[in-house]
């Protein structure tokens, strides 16, 4: 069965979810990372995110569709901002859909462990001033 | 040869600049001379290059991938999304 895959670069930072669960899904897990109000002891303001593309894209479809193929999903859909990013607001979405809870959770942790090891998107702090 | 090397995110910023010109010696020039001359041509980016890859036009590339005139050139290192 081949997953649904869905990659969604997107300027600044991510607009409410409404992605609805794959038919016949019995988990639908959605996972999202917000800029926290600091950074190594400082205060953060923002994160500025950069990809290169097509390359970001790319490693992500193929991240995506491996961890897919892995798990047994019956969707993934990937969401990440580039650009700047306020501290609380969102800029990663990773939203699974699979028969069961366990391959969906199992899958969640091993595409963000995967993902901040070897795809190329950068983070670039904004603290505050003062 | 001359190589252009795209820098992005902390790499950019430890070495100062986007892209790094550096000049591979070797015939032809392969991607680990390349990190070789980045290495030399920039040692603030030292310590973080163990653990970076060489992109050639938007594909990371294995260590012995020779690289021609025309190819983009990335340094992709100290990744952080999500």
Same mark, same amino acid.
């Given at each position: 069965m081949?997953?649904?895959?869905?990659?969604?670069?997107?300027?600044?930072?991510?607009p409410s979810a409404d992605a609805t669960p794959a038919t016949g899904a019995g988990a639908w897990v959605v996972f999202e990372g917000v800029v926290r109000p600091e950074e190594s002891g400082r205060v953060l303001t923002a994160l500025v995110y950069e990809a290169y593309e097509p390359m970001t894209t790319r490693e992500l479809k193929h991240l995506a569709g491996r961890v897919a193929a892995d798990?047994?999903?019956m969707a993934i859909c990937v969401e990440h901002s580039v650009g700047r990013v306020a501290v609380g607001e969102v800029s990663f979405r990773l939203s699974v859909a699979s028969a069961h809870r366990a391959e969906a959770l199992a899958a969640v942790a091993e595409f963000i462990d995967a993902m901040k090891r070897t795809v190329p998107l950068w983070k670039n702090a904004e603290f505050a001033s003062g | 040869m001359t190589v252009t090397v795209?820098?992005?995110?902390p790499q950019a910023t430890l070495a100062g600049v986007r892209e790094l010109a550096v000049r591979v010696d070797d015939e032809p020039a392969t991607a680990d001379a390349v990190l070789a001359a980045l290495r030399d041509a920039e040692p603030r980016l030292g310590p973080s290059l163990a653990a970076s890859r060489l992109a050639v036009n938007h594909a990371f590339v294995a260590p012995d991938q020779t690289i021609a005139p025309t190819d983009e050139v990335a340094l992709i &290192?100290?990744?952080?999304? &999500?």
């Open positions: 081949n997953a649904d895959v869905q990659i969604v670069i997107s300027e600044g930072p991510l798990f047994g999903l | 795209l820098l992005f995110g &290192g100290m990744v952080s999304g &999500g």
